[in-house]
């Protein structure tokens, strides 16, 4: 990879298993490329679809986040190719899209770097300009996405655990995107998010202040429940390249 300095990507075959004890204590053992392929082949649409989010809760280093970008990277081939601009904001989307936790801190420092790695690899096959600025906000949306966390207890791992905050990135002005955070226990469970006072002491004052709780289900025109997820924080829109600089 000549173009893109500090990203790293192999091409040997992936062990099942690290070590005995990783086994017994965390369950890990990796799913094989083949089986990851045909479940992904069920959900084939939705994998071409860039803008569909992708979970992987128990994520590891990312055995099926890697082939969804692969497979989300070869539409933005497709139809993007002759832009470098056109194929960045589009593979930015592409990324926006995958999320992870996993309970091991080297697992997930090992899936962003080998989804960056996904996305460097491709940019260079394309284009002879680098461009940091890209990489830059994948790097930040992938430190975003793909967290350090328990997937039962759905907190954050590490010296103060806090729930666990996923962010939706939405594309908006053609090359902004716009962040909204949420939490991810409530995603999980609108019904006791609209309900009742949250567990004190989880969030500041100025976080609690930003949640709105309807007294009533809401119900849209057709009679069906809907579901409006309380968000966390919200951003301003910013430049898919600035992303790193704007959030902070
Ligand atoms: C069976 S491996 C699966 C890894 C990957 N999804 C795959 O299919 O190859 C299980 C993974 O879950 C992680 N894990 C175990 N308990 C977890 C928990 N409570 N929350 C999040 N991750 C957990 C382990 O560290 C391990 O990476």
């Keep these: 990879m000549p173009n893109s300095p500090s990203v790293a990507v192999s091409d040997q075959p992936r062990p099942h298993i690290k070590s005995k004890q990783r086994v017994a204590a965390h369950g890990e053992v990796f799913t094989p490329p083949h089986i990851v392929e045909a479940m992904l082949d069920l959900v084939e649409q939705e994998t071409a679809n860039l803008a569909s989010r992708f979970l992987e809760p128990a994520c590891g280093d990312g055995n099926f986040l890697e082939p969804v970008l692969r497979r989300k990277l070869a539409v933005v081939d497709r139809f993007y190719k002759k832009s470098q601009y056109e194929w960045e904001r589009n593979a930015v ?10 309970i091991l801190e080297d697992n997930v420092q090992a899936c962003r770097e080998r989804l960056l790695g996904v996305v460097a690899e491709r940019h260079d096959t394309h284009f002879e300009e680098p461009n940091l600025r890209f990489l830059e906000s994948v790097r930040y949306i992938l430190a975003r996405n793909i967290v350090w966390g328990d997937a039962l207890t759905l907190l954050t791992v590490g010296s103060e655990p806090a729930p666990i905050v996923f962010a939706e990135w939405s594309p908006v002005n053609g090359s902004r995107f716009k962040r909204r955070d949420f939490v991810f226990d409530d995603l999980l469970h609108p019904e006791q998010a609209s309900l009742g006072p949250r567990q004190p002491g989880l969030f ?22 809907v579901f409006l997820p309380h968000r966390l924080r919200e951003y301003p829109p910013v430049h898919f390249l600035e992303l790193s600089h704007a959030h902070g």
């Design 93 to 102: 989307l592409a990324v926006t899209s995958l999320y992870g936790i996993d």
């Design 204 to 225: 500041g004052e100025e976080q609690e202040s930003l949640f709105h709780k309807p007294n009533r289900p809401l119900v849209s025109d057709r009679g069906e429940n």
